[in-house]
């Protein structure tokens, strides 16, 4: 149907086309001329200046949530869970752990300070999906490259903002995780998406083997200069250490070299014997997305390697090391992911705000006699550290690395590093 539009001009008026008049200041005179144009002419006024929903997020409950898109486009599955940092975006959306996730940020406000490659985790984007309140329309920050949208477009990764993060999250915590179905494409219908959502599960799956290294490779990168806070590094003797990938992130190999080891960084399933053939001074078993009972040859290399070297397990490596020594893990109802967790070291009695990213958990009560537990989360009471000091056993169930308290949790690190020594001193 076409539109009429009205087109109103004020025209100066001709000396000749009216009477002069006997007080020409107090009289004004103006032709109102009116015009129609068809919708064709004037299509572009019906266009509207901002972006509209098209983008949906369905959850295996039956929720519905209507979204705008950012980010790559098309279906994607994956498992929804909520971290509650106020910053770090960048390093969370490089975190190999979040692989099969969609990551929801409780954070309103995400991509105002847009990304830089500097604080990259990992090589690519292991995730499926990021969901935010408000995409910020504009950066600022003297690092910044590029965009967030435009950062996950070049990963295909998908991302909705408009959404309300707030009532899913509630929804999370009640219900625990669940899965959902990302989707821009309006030729599937709400059933079948949630039919997928209905059909996939994550529990059980080795998720491990898709984001490890494939071959093994030194690491020599230190934390920058810029960054680094500890007042004087030591120039003592370095420990060489072999880091299994199930995951790992940069910054954890980085916070090591920063202590004097030389790292050798192998996949995930690098057989045990290969690694007591490099006679390591120690061994890490990094983080690591999904269900560890799901990489049943991870432990069995983590049991090969017990009680043989010093060794360190980090998040998904301390759940294996749970599982090696005869324990039980379990799925929790949604996890533990933020950089706010507040923990306490059982041996001082500290207690460090710590950055943590994991599904799962170690059962302490399933550990044989001998296992410590050194760390529990205040939140739930949950296990957050074990330590074996008759097999040189220790680890925790957050990221030390990640700073968040600023570096509460880096004593770690030391406290390898000082097992190592004692170890090689008594050997």
Known sequence: MATAAINLALVKPSPFSVPKAQNPSKLRVFTLRCSSATANAVSDLSERPWKTSDARLVLEDGSIWRAKSFGASGTQVGEVVFNTSLTGYQEIITDPSYAGQFVLMTNPQIGNTGVNFDDEESRQCFLGGLVIRSLSISTSNYRCAETLGDYLA???????????????????????????????????????????????????????????CKTPHEWVDKTNSEWEFMSKRKDGEAFR??????????????????????????????????????????????????????????????????????????????????????????????????????????????????????????????????????????????????????????????????????HDSDYAFREFIELMKRVKVNA
Not at 171 to 195: A, F, N, P, Y
Not at 270 to 295: I, Q, R, Y
Not at 361 to 390: F, M, Q, R, W
């Open 154 to 212: 070049k990963r295909n990764i998908m991302g909705i903002y408009d959404v309300d993060t707030r009532a899913i999250t509630r929804r999370l915590r009640q219900d625990g995780s669940l899965i959902g179905v990302l989707s821009t494409e309006e030729t599937k219908t709400d059933e079948e998406l949630l039919e997928m959502s209905r059909s996939w599960d994550i529990v059980g799956v080795d998720l491990i083997s898709g984001v490890s």
């Open 241 to 406: 250490v072999v880091a299994y990938d199930f995951g790992i992130k940069s910054n954890i190999l980085r916070r090591l070299a920063s202590y004097g080891c030389k790292i050798t960084v192998v996949p995930s399933t690098w057989p045990a014997s290969e690694t007591l053939k490099m006679k390591p001074d120690g061994v890490l078993f990094s983080n690591g997305p999904g269900d560890p009972s799901a990489v049943p040859y991870a432990v069995e290399t983590v049991k090969q390697i017990l009680g043989k070297v010093p060794v360190f397990g980090i998040c998904m490596g301390h759940q294996l090391l749970g599982l090696a020594l005869g324990g039980t893990t379990f799925k929790m109802k949604f996890g533990h992911h933020g950089g706010n967790h507040p923990v306490r070291n059982l041996r001082t009695g500290d207690v460090e705000i710590s950055a943590q990213n994991h599904n799962y958990a170690v059962d302490p009560k399933s550990l044989p006699d001998g296992v410590e537990v050194t760390h529990v989360n205040l939140n739930d009471g949950s296990c957050a550290g074990l330590a074996y000091p008759a097999r040189n056993i220790m680890s925790i169930q957050y990221h030390p690395e990640a700073s968040p308290g600023p």
